[in-house]
């Protein structure tokens, strides 16, 4: 979603910088950008539908020497993607730029109609903008002009703002938007994470809601709501440029795959090496809701099966945001699980707080390290899995079901459900070999590739846990590769959407799960029996089941537990996905219309 970078130096590179910024903040997902950048003769604007490159290409003519600029990058949401609705905006003696939504900007645009001001954009961000600049004609005051409009503007912000008569200070605040402070010896910046800022610093300080940075090339200094200065911690950044490269990968995304066997192996030896979570008392909850998005709610559900299964405890897993509007039903002995990648995802901080209010206990499993969530929950559980650059994730989700495995096995030794740790150990510790060998089948995911990419429907079918994996499978092919993809419980297809069934129709069937496997079988030959081109994904213990007899194609994974199956298998989705995406020629680490960060509701 939008990403903004404001950046004052000493020198006069502020645009290049700026720049460069921005594209570190590409992944985050956006229509257009722009770019306002102080000059002896006011300040310039300049704004690109499209790509960046869109934007370098029309400063390219222009001379940009100049020692202040904000930039950023626009995901749509009032206003079609276009030059006008790109930001900065600009009203009267204001120029900002902004993340979020304005909830209330109908009625403040009504107010400021009624006042003289009119409008250009159809954006709730441009009423912003005005906004402040009301507010600043009240209020001479700079910051109590910010302060003042901040508390009449409803919905979540991060603004970088400049006044026209101080081009080189950016004034910044935020509220439920991700918003930093960036230290370097050339200059500050107030950037929308830390991405953008690497290649120049480490140096970094969270805004809090209800706080205000003025930010010149040389000081920082920062207030609270009544303007008192306060003083703040600065932060050192473990993340480093390097980890923002693809490394020689054709995509991040596919860097990112490769990553998971260490990310994984990692996660299971810090457990067994010093289980920071044992600290959550499990016989203390009779229940546990797991609140999520996407991908992260695809791990949830392999929780929730882990779980419920294994440490008895029953849980009820809903979208998030579903569940900030719902009658959740929390008691004191509820424990309330949130699942974020990013750390930042609008809904699912909703209902974080939500529950916390009603007196819930909050585990995030979050890998952004000081994310909001990661900072509002009572008991953040870090994946660590590292810069997520792709907008669809990978090693996010895997790292999710690898915490969610190592929940389960806690919850089952407080609660003396364990019969043989040290079977469990080894297994687990062996999940990098095994992840290996999956990643390894490059060749056989992309003859699946070339049977299925130019179809235009396609079905995932399983059972179980099997039916949590298709969910995630359906929603990586559909995503990178726009192809129409289903994920259907495999028993469940016969109640109507088995009419969808034709002559060739692709079905990648899952039966991983032992139970289950004849099961599956047999809702595969009824799809078989109607023409279905089966892709069947199974593990090496059943090798010599008769595939020939209702398989296209097989996929061969090595067998593991419950706790780690799901890890291996939508690795081999994940291929099978980003391969398919590759021969339609999709823009594979930026799918149109798609954020990384989903920072409105
Ligand atoms: C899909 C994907 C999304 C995210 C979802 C939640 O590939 O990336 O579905 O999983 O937007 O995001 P986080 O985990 O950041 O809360």
Redesign the pocket.
Known sequence: MCGIIGYTTKKNNSVEVALAGLKNLEYRGYDSSGIAFSTPDGLKMVKAKGKISNLEEKLKSMDTTSSCAIAHTRWATHGEPNETNAHPHKVGKITLVHNGIIENYATLKKELIKKGYTFASETDTEVATAYIDYCFSLEKNKLQAIVNACKAIRGSYAFDIIFEDEPNTIYATRKDSPLIVGYSNEGNFAASDISAILAYTNKYTLIQEGEYARITSSVVTFYNENLQEISKEIKTATWDAAQYQKNGYDHFMLKEIYEQPKVVQDIFERYFDDCTYSDIDFTKFDKIHIV?????MHAALIGKYLLQTYAKIPVTTEIASEYRYSESLITPTTLLIV???????AD?LAALRLAKEQGAFVVGIVNAVGSTIAREVNKCIYTYAGPEIA???TK??TSQVAIFSTLALNAMKQKGLIEDENAIKDELLSIKDKLDYTLSLRDTYLDIAKDIYNHNDLFFIGRGIDSAICMEGS??LK?ISYMHSESYSAGELKHGTISLIEQGTPVIAIATNDNLFEKTVSNIKETKARGSYTIFVTTDDHKDCHFEEFADKTIILPKTSDFTQAILDVASLQLVAYETAKLRDCDIDKPRNLA???TVE
């Open positions: 999520a998005c996407g991908s992260a699942v974020s990648q990013s750390g930042e995802t699912t907008v669809a994730t996010g989700y929603l990586k995503e990384k960060s989903v």
